[in-house]
């Protein structure tokens, strides 16, 4: 029956393709819907940006791992929720049926589970694919804060309101898109779309709109809510992680907020966003740059004997910090350096090509970063303003005479000196150059 | 009629559905065919590997650039030739119709359209896929070479010894095996599945055979092959590579080789492939580590006006770089540290997990590398056994009686010494263990 199937699948397809051979094509120059291109400036930030948050990861120790871009569709099957839906998948070609990745997490715990690994501080940077359309909001942002919710304390919170059990997770992701909806939006889905009473709801109405610090921990802790098993659970785990955040000193950028539900259905314990608020107004947030949360049970769901691996874990938002740092860039003005090269070879004459070869051949052999034109006769001052235009320090220009005299030019570019340098020191020379031009930079 | 079409093929698809719905399910713990994990110590390697890579491309005043990771499928059609049917498609989901890109170069070409650029010296480092086996040969390899040969040799080859114009693309696909396969095999998919006269294979017998340096290209311009025009053009433009290898001092790494032909269709003039040979054997190849060619036409076919953007380039191929280096470094236990901890910060007793922490708030605060247990009472052995299987240099070990005296216990965990160092000077005592201890290194 199945083969049935496919066999008349592929002969329909199949009268599809001639059909549309048929049809005159018109081609769009166009990068899919949702991604984007990134130009050399924009390269040159990113490199900034993993930098700084790779030296963060190695300082406390971190590992790198890399799993493939694609899985086996039933990795991801019934791990996302009512996210699933945006998981692409890939065209069954006759193998086996695959999806592209839709986080680094999922991955993670199948990669756990089948090289049995229990213990790795692990970090991993990789594109992920949503079927969304993402909205991005621009601005200027300084300050970064954590919000902080545990998952026992809103599980504990749905059944000591009145939430049947298993509604718990739909009315989590309600609960989870009270950032972006009024209270109102929120409460509708929960009473008109999944059933909820309209007591209940409005039970949740009064613990969600809690927030605050380790004072809200013990208040709630002697809260009626405390007699529910799982939110002491929650609680307690809560007064332990500000026990500690005043340990390293972090407490004043970490708010409880008790409306944060995170929509992914793995998480377990502490969950927690960082967002970026708005230049001086520190109590308006302007979007999450990082989420994460413990989730114990995900490597279990991968285990044939369903052993458990606890885990917990963050994901930074890179292509948001991007996006926010190009914005301020641009607003700047700022001009990052899309190359590296220190030396520019430029012939003031033609017939010169040979030269500069020897000249960058020599220069490469001792490990400097070098260019020169890729013209046969290129004019000076356009071999001046490329060294401009792209900052490169130090230009040497070669003429006849200089030849023949043993020399070249050494030209600063951006002050526009020139020197004469013996052709034997030209390394050495440049080598001085070089480091006394960084250490001017330094000083300035 | 494509509507009725699609309606069919989508119920057909939902019966095949539910058909699998009701199959019993059985879940496989695997990586996607093709595909592989990295560990830290793979990884570790990787970044090795790139930064020599990409140190490369600066010093050459490169820039970097990045594209998605699918494209239009309309983008990928007809670049590829007899390798087109390797490409991933995705599903389609209601939206554009996706494929994972096949290579770097053909986004790259509707990058530089799409964009307007026509002058950029770029390098991009990320995944491609194709739908083939890939099988790795390892070994040991110490010395590269590269293969050269032109687009326009190869064609003027074709016409002199006879093939049809509209066959040179598929001989061409044809000779490109001889790396692979004997003449005997490469001749009969000629003649009997592309229908070539036997004479005219064996014609191109004659040439493909050929390789050399620099008197090989004087030669065949002395060869009745020169009165093709095509080939005299391409042989013209050999001469003058050759020259310029001279100048960059490299020419006894290179070998002109009649019979290298890539298999993609979108080259145009030089093409050539970095070939790893065995060690103390010359002679024998084992695989190409990094291939690519001049292709002037391809951004062309991507504008409206068929403006031409003439470009060379080179992929490397890391994955069969990173296969061989693994199996260097499991052959000589080579052990690559995968983090870039510098102080564990252990106990000596209970209860001291705070103290812990607040240590490493303190030395993190001063950018140094730090770790502790995640244990609240870990024991002393394992602390320091986990130093020494990670190779971190030094560790920290505290108790109640140096607590009280103000002094931390600071142990070179290499040589097991320890000394005592006042809290106070904590972390200057550290810097200065840590310069002398990667001092001492470089001596030795």
Sequence with gaps: MMNKIDEEVAKLLQLKAQLAEDEPHKFVLKTAKGTRDHMPAQMALREKVFSTIISCFKRHGGEAIDTPVFELKDTLTGKYGEDSKLIYDLADQGGEILSLRYDLTVPFARFLAMNKISNIKRYQIGKV??????????????????????????NGMFEFCGVPADSFKTICSAVDKLDKLPWEDVRKEMVSEKGLAEEVADNINKFVIKKGGSELVTALLSDDLATNAAAKRGLEEMRLFFEYCDLYGITNKVSFDLSLARGLDYYTGIIFEAVLTDDGQPGETVGSVAAGGRYDNLVGMFDAKGRAV?????????????????????????????????????????????????????????????????????????????????????????????????????????????????????????RNYLKNMSSQQERA
Tied chains: 1, 2.
């Design 129 to 154: 694919y949503r079927r969304d359309n993402p909205a991005m909001t621009r601005g200027r942002y300084r300050e970064f804060y954590q919000c902080v919710n545990h998952r026992e304390i809103l």
């Design 310 to 430: 606890p885990c917990v874990g963050i994901s930074v938002g890179v292509e948001r910090i991007f996006t926010l740092l190009e914005a301020r860039a641009l607003a700047e003005q700022a001009k990052l350096r899309t190359n590296e090269t220190e030396v520019f070879v430029a012939s003031a004459q033609k017939q010169l090509v040979r030269e500069r070869m020897k000249i960058c051949s020599e220069l490469w052999d001792h490990g400097l970063k070098v260019e020169h034109s890729y013209k046969q006769n290129p004019k000076l001052l356009a071999q001046l303003q490329y060294c401009e235009e792209r900052s490169i320090p130090l230009a040497i220009i070669i003429g006849e005479s200089e030849l023949q005299k043993g020399v070249v030019k050494l030209r600063k570019v951006a002050t526009r000196e020139e020197f004469e340098v013996p052709r034997d020191k030209l390394t050495t020379e440049i």
